[in-house]
């Protein structure tokens, strides 16, 4: 420490010790070291006089300045009547005594939730994957919230239309499946008339720009969903995704959406997460066909409230959820599980991790 700070200490610790307030500025160094030692004890020093205790503590001689607020000290006097005010030097005694205890107490507790703590036992992707079933989640929840019912004469105004849930779902495919880019699992999702008719309608990779017969990985997730009406599919796009965006399609057209997920390594995901990964994509696929026009309102609000079910009790979020789904999986294998299926597993998850 520099000597400032060597001053503010030594006079810190003689109004600790001794309870005598004294300025210290003009010693020397070698006597600010003295006066930190504190070599005289507390009973000592309460029976000497105020010289006697300078000249042990400071060096023959030496006297120093003490806040009295009254004339210039006597080196005579008894060292007790310079205590500055007994409440004062017991409450900064009791003080510093309970900052070391709480101290100590802060210590030994850091040091048992040390030892209690467990690694998170969980990969970075398997990590990252729940906080993105968390997200999605309560994006999908806000657009189910805003689903009402239609009443009364068609008309009259009837809230958000099916195409404006159709758009909010776009934008949340769209915004999952670049997550998932950035974690290395690549999407390609392609629409494609349900005609034999083999021409690429559109194609929407927002990720991996590569198209044809390259390797882009092993595929790890398959499926189809049919009867995509695809007209607000351009809202779901940002500008670095493509040079060109795609242009949207008539609202009378309907298309067959082929997906696949794919890695570089096919272990990047246990097949617990990938399952449920499978599941809850191809739910959210077919929330977005369930919001064509002329489509139940029920059957979108039911596919939404499947993605719920299926991301909340996802396997990597905890070590329990994963245990309890390691048996579900099982059960109800890895390609397509029905909504009667989800909500049977949903119930089996919740209910076994409350008796935990």
């Not at 003689?14 to 504190?38: E, H, S, T």
């Not at 310079?82 to 210590?107: F, I, P, R, Y």
């Not at 934008?171 to 999407?187: E, M, Q, V």
């Not at 008719?197 to 390259?214: N, Y």
Request: glycine share 6%; hydrophobic share 40%; net charge neutral.
């Amino acid at each position: 420490m520099n000597f400032k700070q060597k001053v503010t200490a030594a006079q810190i610790a003689i109004l600790k010790k001794y309870g005598v307030m004294v300025d210290l500025a003009n010693l020397k160094d070698n006597q600010l070291d003295r006066a930190l030692r504190g070599s005289i004890s507390v009973k000592e020093a309460s029976s000497m006089t105020f010289a006697s205790w300078c000249d042990k503590m400071f060096g023959l001689g030496v006297r120093v300045p003490v806040a009295t607020f009254d004339k210039p000290t006597a080196g005579q006097i008894s060292l007790s009547k310079l205590v500055a005010g007994k409440s004062l030097a017991e409450g900064l005694k009791a003080s510093d005594k309970k900052n070391n205890a709480a101290l100590k107490a802060l210590q030994s507790d850091l040091a048992n939730r040390t030892e209690r703590e467990v690694p998170d036992p969980r990969s970075h992707v398997e990590i990252e994957i729940s906080y993105w079933y968390e997200r999605i989640r309560l994006s999908l929840n806000k657009v189910l919230l805003s689903i009402t019912d239609i009443n009364g004469p068609i008309f009259k105004y009837q809230g958000p239309k099916n195409y404006d849930f159709r758009d909010e779902i776009a934008k949340i495919i769209f915004t999952s499946l670049r997550d998932l880019g950035w974690l290395g699992l690549d999407n390609e999702v392609i629409l494609r008339d349900s005609s034999d008719d083999p021409k690429v309608a559109q194609e929407l990779s927002p990720l991996s720009h590569t198209v044809g017969d390259v390797d882009r990985g092993v595929v790890l997730i398959e499926f189809i969903i049919r009867g995509v009406q695809a007209d607000g599919i351009a809202a779901g796009y940002m500008p670095w995704d493509f040079d060109q965006h795609p242009s949207d399609s008539e609202p009378s057209e309907r298309f067959d959406c082929h997906v696949k997920i794919r890695a570089k390594e096919w272990d990047i995901l246990n097949r617990d997460d990938l399952s449920n990964l499978s599941w809850f994509l191809q739910k959210l696929f077919d929330a977005w066909a369930k919001a064509g026009d002329r489509r139940s309102r029920g059957s979108l609000r039911e596919a939404l409230m499947l993605c719920q079910m299926l991301a909340y009790t996802a396997p990597c979020h905890s070590q329990d959820v994963a245990v309890e789904h390691c048996i579900s999986s099982e059960e109800y294998g890895t390609d397509y599980i029905s909504a009667g299926k989800v909500v049977e597993r949903f119930f089996h998850i919740t209910s076994s991790l409350r008796k935990c």
